[in-house]
């Protein structure tokens, strides 16, 4: 266990040395800035208490009755903040960020002079695997709370209204960030090097990001021919390959209490989904493990 | 005594990727080392001494053949337990202090804190890494030797591979470094010295290994192999012999040659040489040092290396047969002589 915990606090100790923690705090810093601090609450002609920013009151449209404003206070800053801190900062950007600035979290452990010191210990090369994964989890999920939980609390703070369930982003945007992690670190472990992994990781998000385009072009699954060919391929492929892109809509449709009860989503759907996060976060983490006790270093 | 490390027929090839071919780096090396035993491992570049050393710490998977450490096949972790490794090319953390490094070490090798803290006085203060406590950035390259060497010594290792364990120390600091292997050695560990500095390993080294071309090419006990075996011996004289002295002392020997101030003489047996001494002091030379001659390991090896195995044979024991490399030498006996010996 003493050597898990030494190779795991390897990455939180080595990022925190590197100027791009220093930008990424000051990323985050900016973002609570910008879109947390201007929040506040007004109580408007008609006597209802309204979120506002920068004294203007948020309109936003009331996801629970479609064509209709969201007027409670809590509501509208749950939404404000799952929708722009949880889903755009936290499982967008961040999970972008994360894989950049952890890629080399693995294969850092590989490298030719490190793998030199790493792997003639009594420590199975699986262990570094599992260990320095473990540790860019650790780091992601530190950026997560900060970015995350910083915005409920502040939030919390300028309205006097507790939002807490765009928390629940922080587990949903580790575990984009950690699926597509483990997806790199089959690279780290074939050819250590940092670019690699980042490439691979963000390579199969932008995969995942192709392969959903179907369901956002109106009218892409009622063609004929082979082009429904095409896009039912291009579905299926969607299903297979790992699915960082879907977990947030899941963490919404958890939220928003429509969990199978969307529109073309079932239960069934969701239960495939959470399975294939897992099976392919575990099957990464396998075959790097796998790559990486066959090779010579 | 039952060897620390065990490599026999140890081979290694390494795939040439789409377009290159195979590289042979390994073709059935043997040796040993004991307790106590400090061998260098020698040879030019691309000789195979890195991939041996990866070998045996875990790095590389051998194609074929065997190498153990402490009976456990190298590479498993019963085996890297009791192995301390200083490689050659190591980016040690430069974000850590040295003391860090050492903390970090020791919990690599599941050991208590106590425990590592009072390793870490030890072997700070043995190898006198006195910037411990200064991050590994600011080190230079004979400071990180120290720490390497540290490193290594952390967890009290039985086995110790050392890659180049004096490159970037000064002469004093290389001094320092051979008192320690001399010491870790009587402490009963078997040490493997892969080195390029053939004085280094002439110093330190109770047997040594070449390496030419992924074969062994000569192996044994350091001084055997620099020994003339009692045939050769230089006798200096003052003042110097003339030459009709020179030519009245090879009446007794089997050849006399002047080399500057010093007369160097082959006997065909120990005996002759009071014969020659005798004759030398009968005409009033004076003799002030007498000395068996002995090769120096730089010729040894090049003599080794350029002929692609060892020189020719001699009569004296523990001397190893010239001829080509064997290509597949039998395992290390369990004799005195420590290497198996390539077949003339």
Same mark, same amino acid.
């Given at each position: ?18 100027? &791009? ?42 996801? @629970? ?11 509208? !800053? ?9 889903? &755009? ?38 262990? !570094? ?13 530190? +950026? ?77 699954? @009622? ?62 983490? +396998? ?8 090779? @010579?270093? | ?28 090396? *043997? ?14 570049? /691309? ?54 490094? %050492? ?95 053939? *004085?280094?390993?002439? %110093? ?44 009245? %002392? ?17 006997? /065909? ?14 005409? %009033? ?47 290390? *006996? ?11």
């Amino acid at each position: 266990m003493r050597a898990f915990l030494a190779l795991a606090w390897d990455v939180p100790r080595r990022i925190r040395t590197g100027w &791009f923690f220093w930008i990424l705090l000051l990323l985050v810093a900016g973002v609570l800035a910008l879109v947390a601090l201007p929040l506040g609450t007004r109580t408007t002609d008609d006597s209802l208490l309204r979120l506002t920013w920068f004294g203007n009151v948020v309109d936003l449209p009331d996801p @629970d009755h479609p064509g209709k404003e969201l007027i409670d206070v809590k509501r509208s !800053i749950e939404v404000y903040l799952a929708s722009f801190i949880g889903i &755009f900062f936290g499982c967008g950007f961040g999970v972008f960020a994360g894989l950049v600035a952890l890629a080399d979290a693995v294969s850092s452990a590989f490298v030719p002079g490190a793998a030199e010191i790493n792997l003639p210990k009594p420590v199975r090369r699986g262990t !570094i695997i599992i260990a320095r994964h473990l540790g860019a989890l650790w780091v992601a999920t530190g +950026f997560a709370v900060l970015l995350i939980g910083g915005a409920v609390a502040i939030a919390a703070l300028k309205t006097g209204v507790l939002a807490p369930i765009p928390l629940v982003y922080i587990p949903v945007s580790v575990a984009s960030f950690g699926v597509l992690h483990a997806v790199g670190s089959i690279a780290s472990s074939r050819a250590p090097n940092a670019l690699v992994s980042a490439f691979a990781s963000v390579g199969m998000w932008l995969a995942s990001l192709a392969t959903y385009l179907p369901n956002m072009i109106p009218g892409a699954h @009622d063609l004929s021919g082979m082009l429904k060919h095409i896009v039912d391929g291009v579905d299926l492929l969607h299903r297979v390959i790992p699915r960082p892109t879907d977990i947030p809509g899941l963490a919404n449709r958890i939220i928003e209490h429509k969990f199978g009860n969307a529109v073309d989503v079932t239960p069934a759907y969701e239960y495939e989904l959470m399975g294939q996060s897992a099976a392919w976060w575990l099957l990464a983490l +396998f075959l790097a493990i796998l790559v990486a006790r066959r090779r @010579d270093f | 005594m039952e060897a620390y490390v065990e490599v026999s027929g140890l081979e290694k090839t390494y795939p040439g990727g789409f377009f290159g071919s195979p590289v042979q780096a390994l073709r059935g090396i *043997s040796f040993a080392v004991r307790p106590g035993e400090l061998m260098g491992l020698l040879g030019p570049n /691309g000789a195979g001494k890195t991939t041996t050393v990866k070998i045996l710490s875990g790095l590389v998977v051998p194609t074929a053949g065997k190498a153990s450490l402490l009976g456990a096949p190298a590479g498993e972790a019963a085996a890297r337990a009791q192995l301390g490794y200083l490689p050659e090319r190591a980016l040690w953390p430069d974000h850590l202090t040295g003391i860090e490094c %050492l903390e970090r070490e020791g919990k690599l090798f599941d050991l208590p804190r106590a425990e590592r803290r009072r390793r870490i006085d030890r072997d700070v203060g043995r190898v006198r890494l006195e910037v411990a406590r200064r991050k590994v950035k600011t080190y230079s390259k004979g400071e990180r030797a120290r720490l390497g060497l540290a490193l290594a010594l952390l967890p009290d290792p039985k086995v110790l591979l050392l890659d180049e364990p004096t490159d970037g120390l000064d002469p004093l600091g290389r001094r320092e470094v051979r008192d320690l292997l001399v010491e870790l050695k009587k402490e009963g560990r078997a040490i493997l010295l892969n080195s390029h500095l053939l *004085s280094e390993a002439e %110093l330190c080294c109770d047997h040594v290994a070449i390496l030419a071309r992924g074969a062994v090419v000569a192996a044994g006990r350091t001084e055997e192999l620099l020994s003339t075996g009692g045939k050769e011996f230089v006798l200096k004289i003052v003042p110097p012999a003339k030459d009709d002295d020179v030519a009245a %002392l090879a009446t007794v020997a089997r050849g006399v040659k002047v080399v500057g101030d010093e007369l160097h003489v082959e006997v /065909g047996d120990e005996a002759e040489i009071d014969k020659v001494v005798d004759l030398a002091r009968s005409r %009033l030379l004076s003799i002030r040092e007498l000395r068996a001659k002995r090769a120096t390991l730089e010729q040894y090896f090049l003599r080794a290396v350029e002929t692609g195995a060892a020189p020719p044979p001699r009569e004296a024991g523990g001397r190893l047969g010239g001829g080509a490399p064997h290509p597949n030498p039998p395992p290390a *006996s369990r004799g005195e002589g420590v290497m198996p010996r390539p077949t003339p």
